[in-house]
């Protein structure tokens, strides 16, 4: 409210419209869309969906038991990341193990989404209080890294990708309730919103109609880069051997795997690893774009 | 001041308190206790010596009694019992903390250094596609794994290229590697948050008044800039206290470094909750400390801090 | 042209042309653009929004933006092309040649560094030759101070920003642009930020100091009346160009170009047209009645009253203003009487009726008869919402009529606030300033609201829309017989459009009559020197002629 009472700065930046007829430019948001940026981003990432949704697509080779007689073979036109020590194909392993590791992602994110987004609205709509208790929740999940939260649950109940995923996701709440308090607290101050209850407005439909569709943009950006994050967390464990088990081709694990052979054949850690780097950069920069898309 | 003060420590302390509350419900909520998880990959394990083993760490004892007695620890440094070797909890990390500690220390200074020089040369470069080049490194870094990255080094500096041994020999490359590999992994939010706020000080007025007053890019960066956005970096570099320690167990692995990752991951493959919870009270109480002294830095940094403002009265939801 | 062939010329700008963005999104910001000035002369460059005359500005002291693009011509800095030099040779000009005295005090100012070392970092940077020590620069800096009339410059050297008033941060500022006596002064709106009583006092201290010093001064401002009371010359812009260039008495007496009359017009005093009076007959039920409403914030030592027993009355078909600098609580007064906000103690009447304690429902029944207008048109309207969606949206809500006839109402309440029927597929996002404001008003009646609280609903606009606003307002009272509490800082567009006037100070209501009385003949002190401040004495002896 501090602003209502400042008087107004000329630098608030209205066009001069000496004609009342003028009418404005091209709308930017369809612009953002069809710039190739996007689906140079996009493109990629829908094909790593399709490893995880129909891998036999991909790769005509069997992820799990190998050709011994072509085992250690280097990248070539045969076989693109080359075989392992069991002859396996390992360009065919990393596409069958994208479902694995993007489900437990995928399930991280979920918690990280639904659990975080329903505690930012109650820090940021139920008053007072509530955001004071839920914003000290939050700085205990920061206060615990994730990296131990997951530990804790693959301890107690043995490793595996629910207890990974349910972990990883959980360190992702905080993050989550963080963007989505923030969000509502900045759209809700806005002066439409307010004109809105005016306008006869209930709770609910102003929330639907205008705070949720104004503050979903960053929200939506920090699913993609998450789902990096989470990506990495769980390949970080996968590759300390908290996740499946072998032979279940994870992208963690298989390095872990190529790990004993890296002195003779490089590409068994080297080239499943550059897969992971490649997936979580574009996820990041999809958050990017998402995030310009959504800002008006 | 005195006042910002006492309430950050007792925010701090609610945080370590509400952590260690949650941490036990946490352990209560599973389908078993600590012992019976510990002992059940045991065959021989029957009744008897559970309910012994039970007794010995106090497990037996109603719920109320456990939380108080183990509330009454934290603050003499009592984190509990390690199960598989009986060892107190601290006892068991001290022993092997040091070396954890040097290697995530070193990280930390280098990654916020090399952050800062790097925002540095961002914002100093002459060359839009040099700018542009540097800028896109933290998200570069951010997505690297730190085992990978430790992994290709060692493949590369000791397998292809010979300069350094695959184990630990006590020489400097087998020291700075580790680091680098856990710098960079750290850096990279510390250098994305400071490149965001140092853009954010870029469009405030008062950066065009040093201009006008004939200060060169540097002397704006160095002598202003870098203070006014120094906060938001200060609070993430806080938080990847977390990142550095599960960091520090990832390159120790890699590396065959002794330190906690050994303890962590023995821990874990013997299923000994306890230690595990010990572990997690013992980082939560770093990462509070730790945040607890940036609080305390940022009335250094900004005088307008320890002014508590008054805005008057916040808008309310309508309805 | 006044010509004064003794003085030599200082600055000479020759066909400068500037672009923003590059190919078909460039956009040309100056188009050929020739000025001459002579040492210690002060010219205004005068223009709305998007004219061009911040991009000139810029130019002369090379801090462009890196969007900017200069297309052609040259700026001499005595004899010197200063497009010509290299930054580092710029970095030498900027600061002791060309100073700068910038828009906004509240964010000019390093937020963590004392204002004593931010004033002597200005000699530090230029050093010139001499190296002075730590004592030396301590006197220049409170001689500096003193200098723009800052009390007890010893203490204020240890102060940081947040601790002075945006007056003592504009004079710090003037301070720094002095510093080093420079020849020419870029001043970018320096008073805009400011209320009109510190204008007066910033003003003169930074003209008084030009003229001792002989300092030559851009003076860029979007207000005539100030650009008229300090300057020699004015120079008016729209889109990028001059249209006229001329001195003070030269331009108010017969402007050449008729944008110039335009703006002359917008801002010489109307006359009150005896609006005031002209229902005194009937007994009349009051649009709003204000009863000793009265809002304290904090308790204890931080207890303050924003709003301290303020009472008035609108009556039906007039329109009532509120005057008051920043934090005299006008605004509020106006969330009050919305009920946006709650009351400590008194009344609201709307219509009749007390409201002061209306809840959920009665409260959604009042803002069918009472709207609110807001001071940014940028944050009035969801950006993602269709202008016909926004207007049609109140009638959702109350699930009035059928699609069809929304439809219909939507066309009937464009064609109010002169709006093409076409822009109802617009996005708010699309449309100018001026037009976002009409599309707010058009929703503020869409229900049938007979009064409109308007708070500094035309201050983001510029000089020539604010008037096209005024003027709607105006045909839509008389129209449609709706009363206005009208919220402003600004003296000019409240004597123009109010029938009667409430002054407010720091809380209080100090002085209330007809719009004739509280200009004509103020009784409070206050009043007198709210008017005195207001810019455009020049003007108004003008207009009084």
């Given at each position: 409210m501090s602003i209502k009472l400042e008087e107004p700065l000329t630098?608030?930046?209205?066009?001069?419209?000496?004609?009342?007829e003028v009418i404005a430019a091209p709308k930017k948001e369809a612009r953002a869309l069809r710039s190739p940026m996007f689906w140079l981003t996009c493109a990629p990432l829908v094909m790593v969906l399709g490893w995880a949704l129909f891998p036999s697509l991909f790769s005509g080779?069997?992820?799990?038991?190998?050709?011994p007689a072509e085992k250690?073979?280097?990248?070539?036109?045969?076989?693109w990341f080359g075989t392992d020590h069991l002859g396996r194909d390992v360009f065919s392993r990393v596409v069958h193990g994208t479902s694995q590791t993007l489900l437990t992602a995928g399930l991280a994110v979920s918690i990280g989404l639904v659990v975080g987004t329903g505690l930012g609205l109650i820090a940021a709509t139920a008053g007072r209080a509530a955001d004071a208790v839920t914003m000290r929740l939050i700085d205990v999940l920061l206060a615990v890294p994730g990296f131990l939260i997951s530990l804790i649950i693959v301890t107690a109940f043995a490793p595996g990708p629910i207890s990974l995923g349910v972990g990883v996701g959980i360190a992702s709440i905080a993050s989550f309730a963080r963007v989505v308090r923030s969000e509502v607290l900045r759209v809700r101050s806005l002066d439409y919103v307010e004109a809105a209850f005016m306008n006869g407005g209930t709770y609910w439909s102003v929330v639907f109609k205008h705070i949720l569709p104004n503050s979903c943009g960053p929200v939506l950006a920090l699913l993609a880069v998450d789902l990096g994050v989470a990506i990495l967390a769980i390949s970080g464990l996968g590759f300390l051997?908290?996740?499946?088990?072998?032979?279940?081709?994870e992208w963690g694990l298989l390095i872990a795997e190529g790990r004993q052979y890296l002195a003779s054949a490089w590409?068994?850690?080297t080239l499943p690893g550059v897969v992971i780097v490649a997936v979580v950069i574009l996820l990041a920069g999809l958050g990017r774009q998402l995030h310009k898309i959504f800002r008006l | 001041m005195a006042a910002y003060i006492a309430r950050r420590i007792g925010q701090a302390l609610l945080v370590i308190w509400l952590a260690y509350t949650l941490v036990f419900l946490a352990v209560q909520l599973l389908p078993n206790d600590p012992v019976t998880i510990f002992l059940s990959?045991?065959?021989?394990?029957d009744p008897a010596t559970i309910a012994a083993m039970k007794a010995q760490y106090g497990y037996d004892q109603p719920l109320l009694v456990q939380y108080f007695s183990q509330l009454a620890g934290l603050f003499t440094g009592d984190f509990g019992y390690s199960l598989?070797?009986?060892?107190?909890v601290a006892e068991r990390i001290g022993a092997v903390v040091g070396s954890t500690l040097v290697l995530a220390s070193s990280a930390f200074v280098t990654a916020v250094l090399f952050a800062v020089l790097l925002v540095a040369a961002a914002t100093l470069a002459r060359h839009a596609w040099l700018k542009r080049l540097i800028i896109n490194l933290p998200p570069l870094f951010a997505a690297v794994p730190v085992f990978w990255l430790g992994l290709v080094l060692l493949q590369v500096?000791?397998?292809?290229?010979?300069?350094?041994?695959?184990?630990?020999?006590?020489s400097f490359a087998s020291i700075a590697v580790p680091v680098l590999v856990l710098a960079i992994h750290v850096s990279a939010p510390i250098a994305q948050v400071l490149l965001k706020s140092v853009d954010n000080v870029y469009t405030q007025p008062f950066v065009d008044v040093l201009r006008a007053k004939g200060a060169s890019p540097s002397w704006i960066f160095f002598r202003h800039v870098l203070k006014n956005a120094a906060a938001p970096a200060m609070t993430i570099s806080g938080i990847t206290v977390g990142t550095l320690l599960a960091g520090s167990v990832i390159t120790e692995t890699v590396f065959a470094r002794a330190g906690l990752g050994q303890v962590v991951l023995q821990a874990v493959t013997a299923q000994d909750v306890a230690l595990v919870q010990g572990l997690v009270l013992l980082t939560a109480t770093a990462f509070v400390v730790v945040n607890l002294a940036v609080d305390l830095l940022y009335p250094l940094l900004d005088p307008?801090?320890?002014?508590?403002?008054?805005?008057g009265a916040p808008r309310a939801l309508v309805a | 042209m006044s010509t004064n062939t003794s003085t030599p010329t200082l600055l000479d700008i020759r066909g400068l042309s500037i672009t923003y963005?590059?190919?078909?999104?460039?956009?040309?910001?100056?188009?050929h653009l020739d000025l001459e000035l002579k040492a210690g002369q002060i010219v205004a460059l005068v223009g709305e929004s998007g004219s061009g005359k911040t991009t000139l500005a810029k130019a002369i002291i090379g801090?462009?933006?890196?969007?900017?693009?200069?297309?052609g011509g040259a700026v001499e800095l005595a004899g010197e092309?200063?497009?010509?030099?290299t930054n580092k040779q710029m970095q030498e000009v900027r600061g002791r040649r060309i100073g700068m005295v910038p828009?906004?005090?509240?964010?000019?100012?390093?937020?963590?560094?004392?204002i004593g070392s931010q004033i002597a970092e200005v000699f530090r940077l230029h050093p010139q030759g001499h190296k002075r020590s730590k004592a030396q620069l301590r006197t220049e800096v409170i001689r500096l101070l003193e200098l723009v009339g800052i009390d007890t410059p010893e203490q204020r050297i240890?102060?940081?920003?947040?601790?002075?008033?945006g007056g003592l941060k504009q004079r710090v500022l003037i301070a720094i642009a002095f510093a080093l006596e420079p020849e020419l002064l870029i001043a970018d709106?320096?008073?805009?930020?400011?209320d009109v009583t510190v204008q007066l006092t910033v003003l003169e201290v930074f003209t008084k100091l030009a003229r001792e010093l002989g300092t030559a001064v851009i003076f860029v401002t979007h207000d005539l009346a100030v650009a008229t009371d300090i300057a020699d010359r004015i120079v008016v812009m729209q889109h990028g160009r001059i249209r006229e260039d001329n001195t003070v008495r030269e331009i108010l007496r017969a402007p050449e170009d008729p944008y110039t009359r335009m703006l002359l017009d917008e801002a010489t005093p109307a006359d009150?047209?005896?609006?005031?009076?002209?229902?005194?007959g009937a007994p009349e039920v009051p649009a709003i009645e204000v009863v000793g409403l009265t809002k304290v914030y904090g308790h204890g030592k931080t207890r303050r009253a924003a709003v301290d027993e303020v009472s008035f009355v609108v009556r039906p078909g007039t329109t009532f203003s509120l005057v008051g600098e920043s934090g005299s609580g006008k605004s509020t007064t106006a969330r009050m009487v919305m009920r946006l906000l709650e009351p400590t103690a008194g009344a609201v009447k709307i219509h009749g009726q007390d409201v002061t304690n209306v809840q959920g429902a009665a409260k959604r029944d009042l803002w069918r008869s009472l709207q609110l207008v807001y001071q940014n048109p940028d944050s009035?309207?969801?950006?993602?919402?269709?202008v016909s969606r926004i207007i049609s949206e109140p009638l959702e809500n109350y699930n009035i009529g059928s699609k069809a006839e929304r439809r219909t109402r939507v066309a009937e309440l464009l064609d109010a606030v002169n709006l093409?029927?076409?822009?109802?597929?617009?996005?708010?996002?699309?449309?100018s300033g001026g037009q976002r404001q009409r599309v707010a008003i058009a929703r503020a009646l869409?229900?049938?609201?007979k009064t409109l609280v308007l708070d500094?609903?035309?201050?983001?606009?510029d000089v020539l829309t604010q008037a096209q606003i005024l003027r709607l307002l105006e045909d839509l009272q008389v129209n449609q017989g709706l009363s206005y509490l009208f919220i402003s800082h600004d003296l000019h567009v409240v004597e123009r459009i109010s029938h009667d006037v409430g002054v407010m100070r720091s809380g209080q209501l100090v002085e209330v009559g007809t719009t004739e009385q509280v200009?004509?003949?103020?009784?409070s002190q206050y009043t007198r020197l709210l008017l005195d401040s207001n810019p455009g004495a020049l003007l108004r002896e003008m207009a009084n002629n």
């Amino acid at each position: 409210m501090s602003i209502k009472l400042e008087e107004p700065l000329t630098r608030a930046a209205v066009v001069a419209p000496f004609d009342v007829e003028v009418i404005a430019a091209p709308k930017k948001e369809a612009r953002a869309l069809r710039s190739p940026m996007f689906w140079l981003t996009c493109a990629p990432l829908v094909m790593v969906l399709g490893w995880a949704l129909f891998p036999s697509l991909f790769s005509g080779f069997d992820p799990i038991s190998g050709v011994p007689a072509e085992k250690f073979q280097a990248p070539g036109a045969g076989h693109w990341f080359g075989t392992d020590h069991l002859g396996r194909d390992v360009f065919s392993r990393v596409v069958h193990g994208t479902s694995q590791t993007l489900l437990t992602a995928g399930l991280a994110v979920s918690i990280g989404l639904v659990v975080g987004t329903g505690l930012g609205l109650i820090a940021a709509t139920a008053g007072r209080a509530a955001d004071a208790v839920t914003m000290r929740l939050i700085d205990v999940l920061l206060a615990v890294p994730g990296f131990l939260i997951s530990l804790i649950i693959v301890t107690a109940f043995a490793p595996g990708p629910i207890s990974l995923g349910v972990g990883v996701g959980i360190a992702s709440i905080a993050s989550f309730a963080r963007v989505v308090r923030s969000e509502v607290l900045r759209v809700r101050s806005l002066d439409y919103v307010e004109a809105a209850f005016m306008n006869g407005g209930t709770y609910w439909s102003v929330v639907f109609k205008h705070i949720l569709p104004n503050s979903c943009g960053p929200v939506l950006a920090l699913l993609a880069v998450d789902l990096g994050v989470a990506i990495l967390a769980i390949s970080g464990l996968g590759f300390l051997g908290f996740g499946s088990p072998p032979p279940t081709p994870e992208w963690g694990l298989l390095i872990a795997e190529g790990r004993q052979y890296l002195a003779s054949a490089w590409w068994l850690t080297t080239l499943p690893g550059v897969v992971i780097v490649a997936v979580v950069i574009l996820l990041a920069g999809l958050g990017r774009q998402l995030h310009k898309i959504f800002r008006l | 001041m005195a006042a910002y003060i006492a309430r950050r420590i007792g925010q701090a302390l609610l945080v370590i308190w509400l952590a260690y509350t949650l941490v036990f419900l946490a352990v209560q909520l599973l389908p078993n206790d600590p012992v019976t998880i510990f002992l059940s990959a045991d065959a021989a394990a029957d009744p008897a010596t559970i309910a012994a083993m039970k007794a010995q760490y106090g497990y037996d004892q109603p719920l109320l009694v456990q939380y108080f007695s183990q509330l009454a620890g934290l603050f003499t440094g009592d984190f509990g019992y390690s199960l598989a070797s009986g060892q107190p909890v601290a006892e068991r990390i001290g022993a092997v903390v040091g070396s954890t500690l040097v290697l995530a220390s070193s990280a930390f200074v280098t990654a916020v250094l090399f952050a800062v020089l790097l925002v540095a040369a961002a914002t100093l470069a002459r060359h839009a596609w040099l700018k542009r080049l540097i800028i896109n490194l933290p998200p570069l870094f951010a997505a690297v794994p730190v085992f990978w990255l430790g992994l290709v080094l060692l493949q590369v500096l000791s397998i292809q290229l010979g300069v350094m041994s695959l184990f630990p020999d006590g020489s400097f490359a087998s020291i700075a590697v580790p680091v680098l590999v856990l710098a960079i992994h750290v850096s990279a939010p510390i250098a994305q948050v400071l490149l965001k706020s140092v853009d954010n000080v870029y469009t405030q007025p008062f950066v065009d008044v040093l201009r006008a007053k004939g200060a060169s890019p540097s002397w704006i960066f160095f002598r202003h800039v870098l203070k006014n956005a120094a906060a938001p970096a200060m609070t993430i570099s806080g938080i990847t206290v977390g990142t550095l320690l599960a960091g520090s167990v990832i390159t120790e692995t890699v590396f065959a470094r002794a330190g906690l990752g050994q303890v962590v991951l023995q821990a874990v493959t013997a299923q000994d909750v306890a230690l595990v919870q010990g572990l997690v009270l013992l980082t939560a109480t770093a990462f509070v400390v730790v945040n607890l002294a940036v609080d305390l830095l940022y009335p250094l940094l900004d005088p307008r801090i320890l002014k508590s403002g008054t805005h008057g009265a916040p808008r309310a939801l309508v309805a | 042209m006044s010509t004064n062939t003794s003085t030599p010329t200082l600055l000479d700008i020759r066909g400068l042309s500037i672009t923003y963005g590059t190919g078909k999104d460039a956009v040309i910001a100056a188009d050929h653009l020739d000025l001459e000035l002579k040492a210690g002369q002060i010219v205004a460059l005068v223009g709305e929004s998007g004219s061009g005359k911040t991009t000139l500005a810029k130019a002369i002291i090379g801090l462009l933006p890196d969007s900017a693009h200069i297309a052609g011509g040259a700026v001499e800095l005595a004899g010197e092309n200063l497009l010509a030099h290299t930054n580092k040779q710029m970095q030498e000009v900027r600061g002791r040649r060309i100073g700068m005295v910038p828009q906004d005090p509240g964010a000019s100012l390093d937020p963590v560094k004392t204002i004593g070392s931010q004033i002597a970092e200005v000699f530090r940077l230029h050093p010139q030759g001499h190296k002075r020590s730590k004592a030396q620069l301590r006197t220049e800096v409170i001689r500096l101070l003193e200098l723009v009339g800052i009390d007890t410059p010893e203490q204020r050297i240890g102060q940081y920003p947040h601790e002075l008033s945006g007056g003592l941060k504009q004079r710090v500022l003037i301070a720094i642009a002095f510093a080093l006596e420079p020849e020419l002064l870029i001043a970018d709106e320096p008073t805009s930020a400011l209320d009109v009583t510190v204008q007066l006092t910033v003003l003169e201290v930074f003209t008084k100091l030009a003229r001792e010093l002989g300092t030559a001064v851009i003076f860029v401002t979007h207000d005539l009346a100030v650009a008229t009371d300090i300057a020699d010359r004015i120079v008016v812009m729209q889109h990028g160009r001059i249209r006229e260039d001329n001195t003070v008495r030269e331009i108010l007496r017969a402007p050449e170009d008729p944008y110039t009359r335009m703006l002359l017009d917008e801002a010489t005093p109307a006359d009150f047209r005896a609006r005031t009076g002209e229902r005194a007959g009937a007994p009349e039920v009051p649009a709003i009645e204000v009863v000793g409403l009265t809002k304290v914030y904090g308790h204890g030592k931080t207890r303050r009253a924003a709003v301290d027993e303020v009472s008035f009355v609108v009556r039906p078909g007039t329109t009532f203003s509120l005057v008051g600098e920043s934090g005299s609580g006008k605004s509020t007064t106006a969330r009050m009487v919305m009920r946006l906000l709650e009351p400590t103690a008194g009344a609201v009447k709307i219509h009749g009726q007390d409201v002061t304690n209306v809840q959920g429902a009665a409260k959604r029944d009042l803002w069918r008869s009472l709207q609110l207008v807001y001071q940014n048109p940028d944050s009035a309207l969801d950006p993602r919402y269709s202008v016909s969606r926004i207007i049609s949206e109140p009638l959702e809500n109350y699930n009035i009529g059928s699609k069809a006839e929304r439809r219909t109402r939507v066309a009937e309440l464009l064609d109010a606030v002169n709006l093409p029927s076409r822009m109802a597929e617009l996005r708010a996002k699309e449309l100018s300033g001026g037009q976002r404001q009409r599309v707010a008003i058009a929703r503020a009646l869409a229900l049938g609201a007979k009064t409109l609280v308007l708070d500094e609903a035309l201050s983001a606009l510029d000089v020539l829309t604010q008037a096209q606003i005024l003027r709607l307002l105006e045909d839509l009272q008389v129209n449609q017989g709706l009363s206005y509490l009208f919220i402003s800082h600004d003296l000019h567009v409240v004597e123009r459009i109010s029938h009667d006037v409430g002054v407010m100070r720091s809380g209080q209501l100090v002085e209330v009559g007809t719009t004739e009385q509280v200009f004509g003949n103020p009784a409070s002190q206050y009043t007198r020197l709210l008017l005195d401040s207001n810019p455009g004495a020049l003007l108004r002896e003008m207009a009084n002629n």
